[in-house]
């Protein structure tokens, strides 16, 4: 089944303690990005990759870090969480950096920091 | 930074109605618009696309355009229980930001049985 997963899928952690958001795709799918979804504020856009070892900022990226050393990969890395990074994230990739191509959600990372 | 706006909402419609949901965008020169629902604690999923102005017919959807006005609807008619849920609206960035979509904060629509 072609499919975006995401682990965890919630997580409850402390200000401070590393913590990685796994991503994978078995689509084949060139670009991935990553979003964080707030009561209000909607979906913002965190990191994006075009594909394997190019990444770039979107709008929120400050207190992140991803990578993407293979295609099928894409970790939310936060260094050292704080309490105004507790949101719903969401995990994305499509073929290509092509919009008419579907973009395809992972199921979500609620993540709160205490 | 380019805007995509909706009314958050909430709309509420009887079942059977039609729901209408808009979005205006920023970006005059955006050639590409998605809309997406997203359930409660779901993620999002994609129902319609539209690129040409005018109305893109998909079953009991409705997308419609108008670039001059830099407004994009979605029509749902026969509205049932099911299509309870935020809609969000996205548009495909111009020029150097054409890989990028920017979504609108979203409607949330509920249908009344």
């Known amino acids: 089944e072609a499919q975006v997963t995401q682990n965890p899928r919630y997580l409850i952690t402390v200000t401070g303690k590393k913590l990685t958001v796994t991503c994978s795709q078995n689509?084949?799918?060139?670009?991935m990005s990553w979003y964080r979804q707030d009561p209000g504020l909607g979906l913002r856009q965190i990191y994006y990759?075009?594909?394997?070892?190019?990444?770039d900022k979107g709008d929120v990226p400050e207190g992140y870090k991803v990578s993407r050393k293979e295609k099928r990969n894409f970790p939310l890395i936060l260094e050292s969480p704080s309490p105004n990074q507790t949101s719903l994230y969401f995990c994305?990739?499509?073929?290509?950096?092509?919009?008419?191509?579907?973009?395809?959600f992972g199921p979500g990372t609620r993540l709160t920091v205490l | 930074q380019k805007e995509v706006e909706q009314n958050s909402g909430p709309l509420s419609v009887p079942e059977g109605a039609i729901a209408s949901l808009n979005c205006t965008y920023s970006?005059?020169?955006?050639?590409?618009f998605f809309w997406y629902r997203q359930y409660s604690g779901k993620s999002p999923e994609l129902i319609m696309s539209?690129?040409?102005?005018g109305d893109k017919e998909d079953g009991r959807f409705t997308a419609q355009l108008n670039k001059a006005s830099q407004y994009v609807s979605l029509l749902i008619r026969d509205s049932q229980p099911s299509d309870s849920a935020t809609y969000l609206c996205?548009?495909?960035?111009?020029?150097?930001?054409?890989?990028?979509?920017?979504f609108g904060k979203g409607t949330l629509l509920t249908v009344n049985p």
């Open positions: 539209i690129y040409s102005n």
């Open positions: 996205a548009v495909k960035g111009s020029g150097g930001s054409n890989y990028k979509l920017t």
């Open positions: 689509m084949n799918h060139e670009y």
């Open positions: 970006d005059r020169g955006s050639q590409s």
């Open positions: 990759s075009m594909n394997v070892e190019v990444t």
């Open positions: 994305a990739s499509r073929y290509g950096a092509q919009i008419y191509n579907e973009q395809f």
